[in-house]
T-cell receptor, first 111, second 113 residues
């Protein structure tokens, strides 16, 4: 079956630091990969996605590259802000199925 | 568009009580789903629907019922609430392509005493 593994948090960074949140997956075929973000007290919002190998998704300064050879989709940002503090979820969708989520990684950015 | 709406936002139940969590979307999406969110476990799929009149079980369906009589609405029913169902519940919808964005409601925080 499908599964997604994320690094456990919380991740605590100072403002303007570099961010990496690791995500690896297990799936048959060619899944689409997603990063969702959840701000405090809110639902999930799509941050970025990639639908095939070597695609790079990007949004709001965040990037992630679909690496089929390492089954990874790591999230990166060059300079985080306090407003990026949230929980980040890696997810995949495979052949019409619903999303399979990782456990989430809480990011805390200190001024 | 209101997107995906959920009611209520908060609910406290006693063990054995029943209730329905409401979910509606105005984007004419065929796919709708219910997830529960528990600390450290991400979101787990409870039930989903690929269109009116069609529902199926997800990863954790026990203790929950769903129906889909219209494209817009997808209620989740707890027939006899248990403390293990204390969680935050999210409804979501998307178009028919599997790489379409999934839109989430704001969630319902349920506590079962």
């Amino acid at each position: 079956g499908n599964s997604v593994t994320q690094m456990e948090g919380p991740v605590t960074l100072s403002e303007e630091a570099f961010l990496t949140i690791n995500c690896t997956y297990t799936a048959t075929g060619y899944p689409s990969l997603f990063w969702y973000v959840q701000y405090p007290g809110e639902g999930l919002q799509l941050l970025l996605k990639a639908t095939k190998a070597d695609d790079k998704g990007s949004n709001k300064g965040f990037e992630a590259t679909y690496r089929k050879e390492t089954t990874s989709f790591h999230l990166e940002k060059g300079s985080v802000q306090v407003s990026d503090s949230a929980v980040y979820f890696c997810a995949l969708s495979n052949a019409g199925n619903m999303l399979t989520f990782g456990g989430g990684t809480r990011l805390m950015v200190k001024p | 568009n209101a997107g995906v709406t959920q009611t209520p936002k908060f609910q406290v139940l006693k063990t054995g009580q029943s209730m329905t969590l409401q979910c509606a979307q105005d984007m004419n999406h065929e796919y709708m789903s219910w997830y529960r969110q528990d600390p450290g476990m991400g979101l787990r799929l409870i039930h989903y629907s690929v269109g009116a009149g069609i529902t199926d079980q997800g990863e954790v369906p026990n203790g929950y019922n769903v129906s889909r009589s219209t494209t817009e609405d997808f209620p989740l029913r707890l027939l006899s609430a248990a403390p293990s169902q204390t969680s935050v519940y999210f409804c979501a919808s998307r178009g028919t392509s599997y790489n379409n964005e999934q839109f989430f409601g704001p969630g319902t925080r349920l506590t079962v005493l």
